[in-house]
């Protein structure tokens, strides 16, 4: 049973303007929720994580918003860039333990 | 920042053999390590958890007697994979985890092709 899952298989932008990743889960227990980039055939580097008792974090270009309400959290990235297109992967925690929930990717394209 | 290191990068075996993958956090002390198993074009799918001096925990569905690991110091994990096959042919991937963080810190994988 997928607990984490990003719908959008693959996304395409053109550079400089906004890309927006989406993910969803299902348990509510979940307390704090990352997103990690990856390229072919190297592991998920971390990239920007957020707390389930807030609403947003920023960090540079990157953005995170999480709708608890709606089990439902978004990633920006303003402006796109080449270098961004990336595999993405969306990860919840639960709260008594160590393990993540991996969403099954969404990959993105930045076209110059 | 932190850093994880596998080895080997890319392994090929015959099947019926067995395969070691190291895990390694280099700057950090690893209380906790996970290994992951992806397969092309789907989610990282959590194999096991480990933590330093104790027996792995093992996620519904994976053989703890096929997949052997080992936490034996807070720096070193390592994966056997005993008497591969080819449907174990995958890219594992590993990450480690201290008390001070909640990020897992992935390392860069390791490619597996059982022929």
């Known amino acids: 049973d997928q607990q984490v899952k990003q719908n959008s298989p693959s996304l395409s932008v053109q550079e400089g303007r906004i890309s927006i990743l989406n993910c969803d889960y299902t348990n509510s227990m979940f307390d704090y929720f990352l997103w990690y980039k990856k390229y072919p055939a190297e592991g998920p580097t971390f990239l920007i994580s957020?707390?389930?008792?807030?609403d947003k974090n920023e960090d540079g270009r990157f953005t995170v918003f999480l709708n608890k309400s709606a089990k439902h959290l978004s990633l920006h990235i303003v402006p796109s860039q080449p270098g961004d297109s990336a595999v993405y992967f969306c990860?919840?925690?639960?709260?008594?333990?160590?393990?993540?929930?991996f969403g099954t990717g969404t990959s993105l394209t930045v076209i110059p | 920042g932190a850093v994880v290191s596998q080895h080997p990068s890319r392994v090929i075996c015959k099947s019926g053999t067995s395969v070691k993958i190291e895990c390694r956090s280099l700057?950090?002390?690893?209380?906790?390590m996970f290994w992951y198993r992806q397969f092309p074009k789907q989610s990282l799918m959590l194999m096991a958890t480990s933590n330093e001096g104790s027996k792995a925990t093992y996620e519904q569905g994976v053989e703890k007697d096929k997949f052997l690991i080992n936490h034996a110091s807070l720096t070193l994990s390592t994966l056997t994979v005993t008497s591969a096959h080819p449907e174990d042919s995958s890219f594992y991937i590993c990450?480690?985890?201290?008390?001070?963080?909640?990020?897992?810190?992935f390392g860069p994988g390791t490619r597996l092709t059982v022929t």
């Open positions: 990860a919840a925690r639960l709260g008594t333990g160590n393990q993540f929930y």
């Open positions: 957020i707390s389930s008792i807030k």
């Open positions: 990450s480690a985890r201290d008390l001070a963080h909640y990020e897992q810190y």
């Open positions: 700057d950090f002390q690893a209380t906790t």
